[in-house]
């Protein structure tokens, strides 16, 4: 690859769109059937062929994840599916199940594999076994410092992929049965509830049903829980370390959020590459990230050690911004808006779009697509209002919040 890749989730064909107008060389998203995120959107065979058309039109990638771990009744359901993705002729499909991989190479041996960071990839002699075994990109596994990526990086020649920005696991790279363990839904076939995130209690064994809070702050303590990872600011170090792809996690995570994480990061890498010896850290990017919904952020295991920050207090999503509405026609300052949530006439709002462009305005008076007037802008409903003059379609709208969520 001869520029790094930013890579972005897509959990519908929306968010897809998104990710492509907001800065995404390549996005990742999941079928049927398995790819981690059970609950996700997906999409379907007729959604597939579009995406693909979407993003080949834009000379964009597209790779579709079939990393569940499978059971033994899983193969013939996958060969006959495989069967049927071959004429999509997708990028590449991510896989971490050797079974699967190897299923993969005898349906469909032209396809591009990449292997998946539940595979857990920590060195580069496991790299190289993956790469002989046809594999043609690693995510590595998430545990890994900078200075153990590029050890990698010196000993084989695969392309290396790491996550940047999202939600992270307190277990092995993902690989957790807590889940399955405690609410019978396997987060290895993309099941998961996040019990990691759930208030806990202790219980003395001879009085059941008696329990002692725990507490770190009055709703509980959270004893598991982990900070969201964030290395905008940390781009560089991770490009010199040789990394090729530039991975955003969060197929189950709003059409908002696929917006304002993409253009932070399309930004900040763009001028790492454009200039990369007066590249700074602009404090816009944390700013704009700080304003989606998000627990603490927290650089993971990047710079090894024990990081006190990694653990995060609580459950609580920090969220400065609600995200109100998506502007569908733009045009002389008027435009016609899908709402997301409900908004008045007054309010400030603010625009944001592709390449940071973002505008506050206050709202004028609401009237629906057949001019009636309207109280306000509904959740769902077509509202015509005036924008600001620069407002295009696939800009988002959204309101300042006091309240953390
Ligand atoms: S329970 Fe938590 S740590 Fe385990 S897979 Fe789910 S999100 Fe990850």
Not at 37 to 49: Q, S, W
Not at 234 to 244: F, S
Request: aromatic residues 8%; proline residues 5%.
């Amino acid at each position: 690859m001869s520029q790094p890749e930013l890579l972005v989730p897509a959990g519908d064909m929306e968010k897809l769109e998104t990710a492509l107008d907001y800065g995404a060389d390549a996005v990742y998203l999941g079928g049927e059937g398995f790819g981690l995120r059970a609950l996700a959107g997906n999409f379907t065979l007729d959604g597939l062929a579009r995406a693909r058309e979407l993003t080949a039109a834009q000379g964009k990638k597209l790779y579709l994840t079939l990393n569940a771990y499978l059971r033994p009744g899983d193969f013939a359901p996958l060969a006959a599916y495989l069967e049927k993705l071959r004429g999509l002729d997708l990028d590449a499909y991510i896989v971490s199940d050797p079974g699967v991989l190897a299923l993969v190479r005898e349906v469909d041996p032209q396809r591009e594999i990449h292997l998946s960071t539940q595979a857990n990839t920590t060195n580069a002699g496991a790299a190289r076994f993956w790469q002989e075994a046809g594999v043609k990109r690693v995510n590595l596994a998430r545990e890994l410092t900078l200075e153990e990526m590029a050890a990698v990086r010196d000993g084989c020649d695969v392309e290396l992929e790491v996550f940047v920005h999202g939600a992270l696991c307190v277990a092995y790279s993902g690989r957790c049965l807590l889940s399955a363990a405690l609410a019978g839904r396997s987060a290895n076939q993309g099941l998961c509830a996040h019990p990691c995130r759930w208030g806990y209690a202790l219980m003395e064994e001879t009085r059941p049903g008696e329990f002692f809070p725990v507490e770190e702050d009055g709703r509980g303590t959270y004893i598991l829980n982990s900070r969201d990872l964030c290395l905008v600011e940390h781009l560089p170090e991770l490009l010199r370390a040789g990394v090729n792809s530039l991975k955003i996690e969060g197929r189950m995570k709003s059409r908002y959020y696929v917006a304002a994480v993409t253009r932070v990061y399309r930004d900040a890498l763009d001028r790492y590459l454009t200039a990369p010896e007066t590249w700074q850290v602009d404090p816009r990017w944390r700013d704009e990230l700080e304003k989606i919904s998000h627990r603490p952020y927290d650089r993971g295991f990047l710079f090894g050690g024990r990081d006190p920050l990694i653990h995060a207090a609580d459950s609580r999503y920090l969220r400065a911004h609600d995200f109100v509405g998506v502007v569908l026609e733009a045009e002389g300052g008027q435009g016609l808006v899908a709402g997301r949530n409900r908004f008045f006439a007054g309010e400030t709002l603010e625009l944001i779009g592709p390449e940071m462009r973002q505008i506050s305005f206050e709202v004028g008076p609401l009237t629906g697509p057949q001019g009636e007037t309207l109280a306000a802008g509904q959740p769902n409903g077509r509202i015509v209002m005036a924008l600001p003059p620069d407002a295009r379609p696939g800009d988002l709208l959204r309101r300042a919040v006091k309240a953390e969520g």
